[in-house]
């Protein structure tokens, strides 16, 4: 791993706090925790996680950029999507994990614009940080908005989640000759450690016993080398719950990520987990726990699968790119003439980012589930890839 930034002794500080708080689980829990406890330690102790904390985690100054901080155009162009399923629906938003609220101001300034705005926008945000960020930026709307700290009983109209299935906690396994473990967390030496624990029974078992006949184990796999990837429990679960609250509308998430063939390929023997710190992307969940973000690629058959077996219908499968192409986001850039070059040729720089497959339109996805939509959605017209599921 090549040297990353050093934080400075008050983010040390913080660290060595979290870092603290997860080995006390640990000798609680006998020696071994899972990664998934480990995961949400760093990324979700209260007061101390990566995203429950002030630390800056967004645009230039924080560890990574999401395409609301890249350009209006990606907001803007939802908002085209969010009219039709209001119009259909005569529901709200509900935003899950809005981040910076980029996102939220440039939806809502785009539905203004299209008359269509809605009566509701919920945030759903785990951040005190984050949610003064969101408040001061949303100011203009705040008639309209409403932060959550827990999901609503039931609710209708869409549900919009962009880039949050892939920080939600995951388990690591193992899968090799004849035996599948799961990978777990446990200290050596006042550092944390890799540790392995054998998986006989459990949901975790189940899926990691179905998915095994379809791996291909690396070389030479009887002398120890495994077959290691994710298989993310939280993020079934999380669309099973938003699926009982769903009465009428749609889900919308948008992450990097692929179907189950892509995700579990044999050139991923190692997994997807990547660690992002201050624009450095690496490999390694126990460098500085609580300053860095951990994710994992999204497996998309997974998400599908537990979509519909509790009652929502897959209404769309597809590129970041098909996605916001059928949205309209050319007719939106074309708002600002190339004859204007100062203004056109930042946009269409940021439009670039968004749509090109070498950047994140093809690695980027965008899938739909829902209850009650009879009519087709409008980003899912053309380039629909719901057969790779």
Wanted: hydrophobic share 45%.
């Amino acid at each position: 791993m090549s040297p990353l930034p050093a934080p400075d002794p008050a983010a040390l500080e913080y660290s060595a706090k979290t870092a603290a708080l997860i080995r006390h689980e640990i000798d609680a829990a006998g020696g071994w925790i899972p990664f998934s406890r480990f995961m949400e330690l760093a990324l979700y102790a209260p007061g101390l996680g990566y995203y429950s904390a002030g630390m800056h985690k967004f645009g230039a100054a924080g560890d990574f950029v999401t395409a609301p901080e890249i350009s209006a155009l990606f907001g803007q162009t939802l908002a085209q999507q969010a009219a039709q399923v209001l119009e259909l629906t005569a529901g709200n938003i509900l935003e899950i994990g809005p981040g910076s609220g980029r996102l939220a101001f440039d939806l809502l300034s785009e539905l203004e614009r299209l008359g269509q705005l809605p009566e509701r926008h919920f945030l759903l945000e785990v951040s005190a940080d984050l949610r003064q960020r969101q408040q001061h930026l949303l100011a203009r709307f705040a008639p309209r908005v409403d932060w959550l700290d827990a999901l609503p009983a039931s609710f209708s109209g869409l549900i919009i989640g962009n880039e949050v299935l892939d920080a939600m906690p995951v388990h690591l396994v193992a899968w090799g000759e004849g035996s599948i473990l799961e990978r777990g967390v446990s200290m050596e030496n006042g550092r944390f450690c890799w540790s392995e624990r054998t998986l006989t029974s459990g949901e975790l078992f189940d899926i990691a016993t179905s998915l095994a006949p379809t791996l291909t184990l690396p070389r030479n796999a009887g002398e120890g080398k495994n077959y290691v990837s994710e298989i993310g429990l939280a993020a079934r679960g999380f669309v099973s719950t938003l699926a009982g609250l769903l009465e009428k509308g749609a889900i919308l998430m948008l992450d990097y990520g692929f179907g189950q063939n892509e995700y579990y390929h044999p050139q991923r023997s190692s997994g997807t987990l990547m660690c992002h710190y201050r624009h450095h992307a690496h490999d390694d969940p126990f460098y500085l726990p609580g300053l860095q973000d951990i994710t994992s690629h999204v497996d998309f058959s997974a998400i599908a699968e537990a979509g519909v077996n509790h009652g929502l219908k897959l209404l769309g499968y597809t590129s970041q790119a098909h996605f916001l192409i059928n949205s309209g986001i050319t007719d939106l850039l074309a708002r600002a003439s190339p004859e204007q070059a100062s203004a056109y040729l930042p946009l269409a720089s940021q439009a670039q980012k968004l749509l090109n497959p070498a950047e994140m339109g093809e690695l980027f996805k965008t899938i739909a589930l829902g209850k009650g939509m009879d009519i087709p959605l409008l980003g899912f017209a053309r380039g629909d890839k719901s057969c790779m599921l």
